[in-house]
């Protein structure tokens, strides 16, 4: 028997964040949008689990071990339920690793609504959300996919309305970010200002609503961009080769150094796509459209 679950990659069409706390997170408030590239978590017995093996794009990069969200899941839920996590997970990655897109949180939420599943624990919903939680900031969005606000360090989520979809292109770096360098890196580059409360933009929560990409476009903003673009000032010429395709909108996803471009709509995404592919600013360029839903047993 085995189980598999789909789990989708995040956009952040608004990414605020706050001046670091004792503990070192920073407050966020952190708009999501579950987008159409997936990774894919099996779930199989094993007796000498957890064991982890993937593949896809840059599978390389992924770790095998203990580390890896997925295998971090696994433990947290047989430790939950008084079990042995035995269990063998492969991940099938079609989400860029480290580019700001939630590949490896969406692992761990894969993982745990697999095993979930596999073993029969019949967790609820908030159990499982609790669980994502202690993984990683990002881990419950995962989980829950569609569009929300993440706000404390992004895990506390309200969902949010949407009135339509919405049709992005991604470029994918040629190299990776990691996510905590980023964060120091705007600490770094915030020292001499005081950083405003994080708030989440209310006409941009209002341009979801009403599914209205033009208002979107002029709504979405990145406040670790100025610190992507300080550790990789290459993407400023992809961000650049995008709006001169017609993007209604631009900025780097997340930490990045994955780069997003709003589209009108699917005819122009195809457009835009192309021309990030021809002006070898980036690795590869894909197509999606969100919001989707979040992690899903197929």
């Not at 407050?27 to 997936?38: D, K, T």
Request: with cysteine; proline share 6%.
């Amino acid at each position: 028997m085995s189980v598999t679950v789909r789990v989708p990659a995040k956009v952040n069409v608004q990414l605020a964040v706050g001046a670091a706390r004792p503990d070192g997170f920073h407050e966020l408030a952190n708009v999501f949008l579950a987008v159409g590239l997936y990774d894919e978590v099996t779930a199989t017995p094993s007796p000498d689990g957890p064991r982890i093996t993937c593949e896809g794009p840059d599978a390389a990069q992924v770790p095998l071990d203990r580390t890896n969200l997925a295998a971090r899941a696994a433990l947290a839920l047989a430790e939950r339920y008084g079990r042995t996590p035995d269990v063998h997970l492969h991940i099938a990655k079609d989400i860029p690793v480290a580019g700001g897109m939630a590949g490896g949180s969406a692992d761990g939420a894969g993982a745990l609504l697999a095993c979930d599943a596999l073993w029969g624990t019949g967790a609820s919903r908030e159990e499982l959300l609790d669980i994502c939680a202690e993984l990683g900031s990002d881990v419950p969005f995962s989980l829950v996919g569609g569009a929300a606000l993440g706000t404390g360090r992004g895990e506390r989520l309200m969902e949010l309305e949407t009135g339509g979809t919405f049709q992005w292109v991604f470029a994918r770096a040629t190299r990776g970010l990691s996510t905590p360098a980023v964060f120091r890196e705007f600490d770094r580059l915030a020292e001499a200002r005081e950083i405003p409360e994080p708030v989440a933009s209310q006409e941009l929560l209002g341009a979801l609503a009403k599914g209205d990409a033009e208002a979107l476009a002029a709504t979405v903003s990145n406040d670790l961009q100025p610190a992507a673009l300080s550790l990789f000032p290459e993407l400023a010429d992809t961000l650049a080769a995008g709006r001169a395709a017609g993007a209604l909108a631009s900025l780097v996803s997340g930490s990045g150094p994955t780069t997003a471009f709003l589209a009108r709509d699917a005819e122009a995404a195809e457009a835009v796509a192309a021309a990030l592919r021809a002006s070898g600013t980036c690795r590869d360029v894909r197509t999606a459209s969100g919001p989707v839903a979040g992690a899903t047993v197929v």
